[in-house]
């Protein structure tokens, strides 16, 4: 049972992955940033995770966690922090349940990928060939009338909507839940009432697009969409479709979109009351199984998840990704020359591309010191502060859970940053 301890039982195999950028800009990216590659992990570095965690907690601003690292296929480091209840003053165990958000995303990409690997898909596919009403979309372009007041011409997109597009977020497609205009105001009341993928992506096709497809990485609800065409394209729904094919054979017993489990509600990881306003709850059974941001999971899933990504896409003999499809969904696809501009909601953030449901580490950045990592890391987090790093270059990956909207940053920047100090130069 994973306990609240530090693990260190190293392993002489390392494993192999595929390339996740260019061979020939390796060499001299790595030199600007970043530990040499397979450098020795200080264990007692590490100790100054707990004092940062429990600071924050003891500060009220979250109320507990669970992190993580694993290396050369062996967990070097476990440890649980704080309440995964502050009412009941149940404590952080590891078999706590977790919203994940949008690190959601990043299954929903693999199961898609898994699809593409079995031609059942296409990359270059459009969107309408699984849901028809996509072949009707329009793009909303903003304006002012002649009294000044703003109004949205709707223009035919200028080519469809690819499954390319949805996995890298380049499809037009919004949330409207931050930023403004007239577009994200359209999306106002999508939330209302129940439903299923195949409704929401109707809902989601009356609206207009926030931009011309491949033009501006918009974070948005393309993997929902991307969801609804797994569905299509299997005959199953989204979690039948991942739960054969992905989390059973994985043993990620844990990952769902909702809890009905009396038991397994009990230990779902509760948020301070100021964080009690986000969207969704997976404790509330609805029929939408968001591939955007609607699933739970636990540290002990992640585990398997974290260690068959470091794999290339293999994990126990058993092949999710073959090699080449694993390479290309960890590329960056938007750097320069692609012609998909960055804006102020540019998540994936400062040195980092996108691939197919991941952010990929491409270069050192701008800041002065670079942010730690290395070069063809992928990752992503959520809006509850579940946060996912894979690191090839050093065969390691951490996992940081939390259900700490407000004070999520901070702690995930914080963790990272001891972690690549703790590797030695």
């Known amino acids: 049972m994973l306990t609240r301890r530090v693990l260190s039982r190293p392993s002489t195999a390392l494993f192999a992955m595929a390339a996740a950028i260019p061979v020939a800009s390796a060499p001299a ?50 440890q649980c922090f704080g309440k995964r209840n502050l009412e009941t003053g149940a404590p952080m165990t590891p078999d ?23 031609g059942k898909i296409a990359l270059d596919d459009p969107v309408s060939k699984y849901i028809p009403s996509f072949a009707g979309v329009k793009v909303g372009v903003e304006r002012k009338d002649e009294a000044g007041k703003p109004v949205l011409d709707l223009v035919a997109p200028r080519r469809p909507i690819t499954i390319e597009d949805l996995l890298l977020h380049t499809s037009g497609i919004t949330y409207g839940f931050y930023g403004s205009g007239l577009v994200k105001t359209a999306y106002a009341g999508i939330y209302l009432g129940d439903f299923d993928n195949a409704e929401f992506a109707e809902r989601i096709a009356k609206l207009p697009l926030a931009e011309q497809p491949r033009t501006l990485w918009d974070y948005g609800h393309s993997t929902d969409i991307l969801g609804r065409v797994i569905e299509v394209a299997s005959g199953k729904s989204l979690y039948q479709f991942e739960k054969q094919n992905l989390l059973d054979p994985l043993g990620m017993t844990t990952t769902k979109f909702f809890l009905t489990d009396p038991a397994e509600r009990a230990r779902y990881a509760e948020p301070l009351a100021k964080d009690r306003h986000v969207e969704r709850n997976s404790l509330d059974v609805t029929r939408w199984e968001s591939g955007g941001g609607g699933m739970v999971s636990t540290i002990a899933d992640f585990a398997r998840y974290g260690q ?118």
């Open 96 to 118: 706590t349940i977790f919203p994940i958000h949008s690190v959601t995303k990043t299954i929903t990409s693999v199961a898609a990928m898994m699809l593409v690997d079995r």
């Open 308 to 425: 068959m990504l470091l794999n290339g896409g293999k994990l126990d003999g058993k092949t999710y990704l073959s090699p080449a499809t694993f390479a290309t969904m960890t590329t960056d696809h938007i750097g320069g020359g692609s012609g998909v501009a960055r804006d102020y909601f540019y998540f994936p953030g400062d040195g980092f591309g996108f691939g197919y449901g991941f952010g990929i580490r491409t270069d050192p950045g701008n800041a002065v010191p670079p942010p730690p990592g290395s070069l063809g890391e992928i990752k992503w987090d959520g809006a509850t502060g579940v946060y996912l790093v894979v690191d090839r270059t050093e065969d390691m990956f951490f996992v940081v859970m939390q259900d700490s909207p407000s004070g999520r940053m901070h702690v995930i920047t914080t963790i990272k940053k001891i972690i690549y100090d703790a590797l030695e130069q």
């Open 29 to 78: 990216a790595a030199a600007e940033f970043g530990p040499p590659p397979g450098a020795k992990l200080s264990i007692a570095k590490l100790a100054p995770i707990q004092s940062f965690v429990d600071g924050e907690i003891a500060a009220g601003r979250i109320p507990g966690a669970i992190v993580l690292i694993q290396r050369h296929g062996q967990p070097v480091y476990l």
